[in-house]
């Protein structure tokens, strides 16, 4: 039986309430995804902005984040134009993507943020189990935390269909792409 908390006050070492913003330079979003059902193809978009609303209670917590589609980064430049077109994200139309959390559980001791997920248009519940890294003063005296976050999407469900048909059986691209998200927010004085 899995016990979880919303309802209760909980401490975290080093949490500190007020409103974090993320730090572009120190954040990523990456995802993975099958390529010709054998590996996997990894890639990145830049981190475009985030806050974070931090109450006394963790719970509390509430997350607006987005990134930048024109940004995605494959290590291969034809495909990322593919990715860029209105075959795949269509960048031009849907410039970034997007995250705004619904809430925040507590379930057999892991911290996981519901919300909304938008991409390409189209905006789909969906829950990252969140690892906090830690928090600290940088040499500036900026007090930092950070966290990775990650959640599990079939690409579909966006409106992402585009796919090819193998010889061998099988097609090109997965449906289910992990998105992980390494963050490093600063609360702002």
């Known amino acids: 039986m899995t016990e979880e908390t919303t309802a209760q006050t909980i401490e975290i070492p080093g949490y500190k309430s007020g409103t974090w913003v993320l730090d572009p330079s120190h954040s990523e979003v990456s995802f993975s995804v099958r390529h010709m059902m054998i590996s996997k193809v990894r890639g990145t978009f830049d981190v475009k902005s985030g806050t974070i609303v931090a109450p006394e209670n963790p719970l509390g917590v509430e997350v607006t984040a987005s990134a930048d589609v024109a940004s995605i980064n ?3 430049e034809g495909r990322d134009a593919h990715l860029r077109s209105a075959e ?13 959390s619904t809430g925040v559980r507590l379930v057999d001791g ?16 969906v829950t990252f189990e969140v690892e906090f890294g830690g928090f ?22 966006f409106g992402l269909t585009w796919n090819a048909a193998l010889e061998t059986g099988g097609v090109l691209v997965g449906k289910d792409v992990t998105i992980v998200l390494d963050l490093q927010g600063t609360i702002q004085a």
């Open 88 to 100: 795949f994200f269509d960048a031009e139309n849907h410039p970034s993507l997007d995250f705004v």
């Open 136 to 157: 600290g003063t940088d040499p500036w005296g900026n007090y930092k935390a950070g966290a990775t976050a990650k959640t599990v999407i079939n690409r579909e469900d």
């Open 74 to 76: 494959t290590k291969d």
């Open 110 to 125: 892991d911290f996981l943020v519901d919300g909304d997920l938008s991409i390409h248009g189209v905006t789909r519940p």
